[in-house]
């Protein structure tokens, strides 16, 4: 569960000493049950936090994560007039996109764009990786995520989902300009993929996806809804026809009552 604190628990300053290099953008003092006594930590900043527009509001985040048991910390930025601005300049030019949800391929469109194609041969290299850094770790009796490299390997995979399924939604926003997105229920599981890393993308895919949606809302107000996986794919978005056959391939749509491609 995670914890958001305020200013009587937390307080964040800029940092003036101690900053590694540069890589420590905030320090966050922290209360304790002793009067007096504070604990200061210090939060490594990344470039996209940097360039994001915003007022950096006076409190934290703090999470745990469950495949690593490391405590994150996240810093809160108020961008609700960037947010405002945005969605006014927003013009949709179709009412509904509705997209395909899959490993194979991230996002497919009745438009016929395919957006993340290369996904699923990404994951099995992540797989790979941390599937043997794992392995290593058990032979010796200890558990994966007491290892550096597993933990980093967790890390690198979650940064890079984030930062893909981003990428795509921005590319499709950007491309197709919808009003709403209608997805199919979001699955992570793949018979191609471990155990171990099914269960890390389906704890994580899931919640990066929807925070994604969130924040296309926030930003042009476009809504978006999850609805059965078996009828996504075969609507038409001119007419609103439903018909398996309207959807020949993954690539290739053609609706059979108005022909629209």
Same mark, same amino acid.
């Given at each position: 569960?995670?914890?958001?604190?305020?200013?009587?628990?937390?307080?964040?300053?800029?940092?003036?000493?101690?900053?590694?290099?540069?890589?420590?953008?905030?320090?966050?003092?922290?209360?304790?049950?002793?009067?007096? *006594? *504070?604990?200061?930590?210090?939060?490594?900043?990344?470039?996209?936090?940097?360039?994001? *527009?915003? *007022?950096?509001?006076?409190?934290?985040?703090?999470?745990?994560?469950?495949?690593?048991?490391?405590?994150?910390?996240?810093?809160?930025?108020?961008?609700?007039?960037?947010?405002?601005?945005?969605?006014?300049?927003?013009?949709?030019?179709?009412?509904?996109?509705?997209?395909?949800?899959?490993?194979?391929?991230?996002?497919?469109?009745?438009?016929?764009?395919?957006?993340?194609?290369?996904?699923?041969?990404?994951?099995?290299?992540?797989?790979?990786?941390?599937?043997?850094?794992?392995?290593?770790?058990?032979?010796?009796?200890?558990?994966?995520?007491?290892?550096?490299?597993?933990?980093?390997?967790?890390?690198?995979?979650?940064?890079?989902?984030? /930062?893909?399924?981003?990428?795509?939604?921005?590319?499709?926003?950007?491309?197709?300009?919808?009003?709403?997105?209608?997805?199919?229920?979001?699955?992570?599981?793949?018979?191609?993929?471990?155990?171990?890393?099914?269960?890390?993308?389906?704890?994580?895919?899931?919640?990066?996806?929807?925070?994604?949606?969130?924040?296309?809302?926030?930003?042009?107000?476009?809504?978006?809804?999850?609805?059965?996986?078996?009828? /996504?794919?075969?609507?038409?978005?001119?007419?609103?026809?439903?018909?398996?056959?309207?959807?020949?391939?993954?690539?290739?749509?053609?609706?059979?009552?108005?022909?629209?491609?």
């Amino acid at each position: 569960l995670s914890m958001r604190l305020d200013h009587r628990a937390a307080c964040l300053s800029a940092p003036t000493k101690a900053t590694q290099a540069g890589r420590v953008g905030w320090w966050v003092n922290l209360s304790t049950m002793e009067s007096g *006594k *504070k604990i200061a930590v210090p939060l490594l900043t990344y470039a996209r936090h940097e360039s994001r *527009k915003g *007022k950096v509001s006076n409190g934290v985040l703090v999470t745990e994560d469950r495949d690593t048991g490391r405590i994150v910390f996240g810093v809160v930025t108020d961008i609700a007039e960037e947010c405002a601005a945005s969605r006014a300049a927003y013009q949709p030019e179709r009412e509904v996109l509705p997209l395909d949800f899959g490993l194979s391929t991230l996002f497919a469109s009745n438009e016929g764009d395919q957006l993340g194609r290369d996904w699923l041969k990404a994951l099995r290299a992540y797989d790979h990786r941390i599937t043997e850094i794992a392995r290593g770790m058990q032979r010796r009796g200890h558990k994966p995520r007491e290892s550096r490299r597993y933990r980093e390997a967790v890390t690198a995979l979650r940064g890079w989902i984030r /930062t893909e399924v981003g990428r795509v939604l921005n590319r499709l926003v950007e491309v197709r300009r919808p009003a709403t997105l209608v997805l199919e229920r979001l699955n992570f599981q793949n018979p191609a993929l471990s155990r171990r890393l099914n269960r890390i993308i389906q704890n994580c895919g899931r919640a990066v996806i929807r925070a994604k949606l969130a924040d296309l809302q926030d930003r042009f107000g476009i809504t978006s809804e999850e609805v059965n996986p078996a009828y /996504t794919s075969q609507t038409c978005s001119c007419c609103g026809y439903v018909d398996k056959r309207n959807r020949r391939s993954q690539s290739r749509f053609q609706c059979l009552w108005g022909g629209a491609r």
